[in-house]
């Protein structure tokens, strides 16, 4: 993927659910549904633990600070 859609992840430290739902909709908002129904089965293959799930969404997302 060349040109990644912008996530801006500002939830608790540590909270893959807040990160996962962030990734969901940076996609949906893309309409890139391909990439994030495979999203969600890495998700669910690899784990939700928070560490793998950073790894496996920045192939998916760009994370970005709020300013």
């Known amino acids: 993927m060349s040109d990644k859609p912008k996530c801006a992840f500002y939830?608790?430290?540590?909270?893959?659910?807040?990160l996962i739902g962030c990734v969901i909709r940076a996609?949906?908002?893309?309409?890139?549904?391909?990439?994030?129904?495979?999203?969600?089965?890495?998700?669910?293959r690899d784990g939700n633990m928070f560490d793998s799930?950073?790894?496996?969404?920045?192939?998916?997302?760009?994370?970005?600070e709020i300013e």
Request: hydrophobic residues 35%.
């Open 11 to 18: 939830g608790e430290t540590n909270d893959v659910h807040a």
């Open 27 to 44: 996609l949906d908002k893309a309409d890139m549904n391909k990439e994030k129904l495979e999203y969600i089965r890495k998700i669910n």
């Open 53 to 64: 799930a950073i790894k496996t969404s920045s192939n998916y997302v760009e994370f970005v």
